[in-house]
């Protein structure tokens, strides 16, 4: 494997499922207002204009704008996006952002997308049982880690662990900690194997996309800092935790199976995802069966 696809192998890897995640919620989001659109028509058209931007020099994916469930209320509609793509079309054309760069100091835009940020947050945790707070807030917490290495320069070898792949590591966190809550151990166990498989490989706890070996055999282990001699991959540590945390999980459904642990929660959140979608779409027919105005979908041609 070439050194450019070992070193960028998790970046990549961990954007693309960024972007698969975000387009998902994005469709999900719409649900809530009344609008369905298809997942997969969603995902093809944002990976051929990614595809294309590439083959034209872009370094930037194509993904669907957030806050459909927002916005819609407002009064927009699809001339909205539509306006957003003329108006970059015009400042990248006419060299505007270079003005706009030069004229504005940065820290403005460091404020909105702080804005930006804590309503795409404040979203999420309205999204979300009560009783998931605790894994939402350290989902988001463990975003911070990059942020915290890369812009402050962390010395400290927990916190640049958690850095490395923090958007697996924040996704499969998260997930765990729920499945944890509820006391759905195998869902548990689950996740911990495929953490085991990502820290094995080096997408997560490493620098880089290798499995490396010193002359004994041995896993390779990563030093403190990530200085030079290091291998780029986090060693026998995270393994080892990883693989045990599975196999008590496992033996915890086994005891839950036999009755001495209390059963997994009965609430599945695809089921009450589908009966959020489910009473959606009765309020909208209700509205228009009694004549109510009901919000024009955003995919029209009138301009909000």
């Not at 459909?68 to 079309?89: E, F, I, Q, R």
């Not at 997408?203 to 996309?209: C, F, N, R, S």
């Amino acid at each position: 494997m070439s050194t450019a696809a070992t070193e960028y192998s998790s970046i990549v890897i961990c954007l693309a499922m960024q972007n698969f995640i975000g387009t998902y919620s994005c469709n999900i989001s719409a649900r809530r207002v009344g609008d369905r659109y298809s997942p997969m028509e969603s995902m093809i058209v944002d990976g051929l204009g990614s595809m294309i931007g590439a083959l034209l020099g872009s370094p930037y994916g194509t993904t669907i704008y957030i806050g459909h469930d927002v916005y819609k209320p407002m009064g927009a509609t699809h001339g909205y996006s539509l306006l957003n793509g003329l108006l970059w079309l015009v400042f990248g054309l006419f060299g505007i952002h270079a003005v706009v760069d030069a004229i504005l100091p940065h820290e403005i835009f460091g404020g909105v997308l702080v804005v930006i940020g804590f309503a795409m947050a404040s979203q999420t945790i309205e999204s979300v049982p009560k009783r998931w707070y605790p894994a939402t807030l350290i989902g988001l917490a463990i975003m911070f880690s990059e942020f915290i290495v890369g812009g402050m320069s962390s010395p400290n070898m927990g916190m640049r662990f958690l850095a490395s792949g923090h958007l697996f590591i924040s996704l499969f966190y998260t997930f765990l900690l729920m499945m944890l809550t509820d006391r759905w151990f195998l869902a548990a166990a689950g996740v911990f194997i495929a953490l085991f498989v990502f820290s094995f490989v080096g997408l997560i706890h490493a620098q880089k996309l290798s499995v490396e070996y010193d002359q004994h055999g041995g896993i390779k282990d990563q030093n403190a800092y990530f200085g030079q001699t290091s291998s780029g991959m986090p060693g026998w540590k995270f393994l080892v935790t990883y693989a045990v945390s599975a196999a008590f999980c496992a033996i915890l459904h086994l005891f839950q199976r036999w009755g001495f642990v209390e059963a997994a929660e009965a609430e599945d959140y695809r089921i009450l995802q589908l009966e959020a979608e489910t009473k959606s779409e009765e309020t909208v027919v209700h509205a228009a069966e009694h004549g109510a105005k009901v919000a024009e979908p955003m995919t029209t041609t009138r301009f909000g």
